[in-house]
């Protein structure tokens, strides 16, 4: 017994279960995103709810509310209800098919273009009261089929 709560209170520990409660970024109204799904938010800040961001094949470069880029294939980041700007840009030699983003404000089962500005996509989701996931797709300019996938978020 005492070995398994030495190695609780360790974890515990590394894992910031020190009772603190990290604060969200007053810039970007999210906290710090995570590029690692199976991470466990203990710690939330009061009030936020986590976003899931899947990013399908990582050829996209993904920012969550202005936060840092990244081509990790998920991104979960605890954000305070609301609307929630998205942004995706291909990396080299990949694009902005017809229909990036699903599951965001005005998909209604397709998937939606989002707002185009030179090769960056730009969507919002309406995170309420509870976890939300969203996913995008940027596809490769030689085979426009690599984002017909069945929906990440089940």
């Known amino acids: 017994m005492k070995?398994?709560?030495l190695v609780s209170i360790a974890m515990l520990a590394a894992c910031g279960g020190g009772g603190k409660s990290p604060a969200i970024d007053s810039a970007t109204q999210h906290d710090a995103p995570v590029h690692d799904a199976a991470k466990v938010f203990l710690d939330a800040p009061p009030g936020t709810f986590p976003l899931t961001?899947?990013?399908?094949?990582?050829?996209?470069?993904?920012?969550?509310?202005?936060g840092p880029a990244t081509t990790s294939s998920s991104i979960v980041t605890n954000v305070l209800p609301g609307p929630i700007t998205l942004t995706a840009t291909p990396i080299p030699n990949f694009e902005i098919?017809?229909?990036p983003w699903h599951l965001v404000d005005g998909d209604t089962g397709g998937g939606v273009q989002g707002t185009?500005?030179?090769?960056?996509?730009?969507a919002t989701v309406t995170v309420?009261?509870?976890?939300?996931?969203?996913?995008?797709?940027c596809r490769s300019q030689t085979d426009t089929t690599d984002c017909d996938v069945p929906d990440q978020c089940p």
């Open 128 to 137: 309420g009261s509870a976890a939300k996931c969203v996913w995008v797709c």
């Open 116 to 122: 185009l500005s030179g090769s960056m996509t730009t």
């Open 97 to 99: 098919g017809p229909t």
């Open 53 to 66: 961001v899947k990013n399908v094949i990582s050829w996209c470069s993904v920012t969550v509310n202005g």
């Open 3 to 5: 070995i398994i709560s």
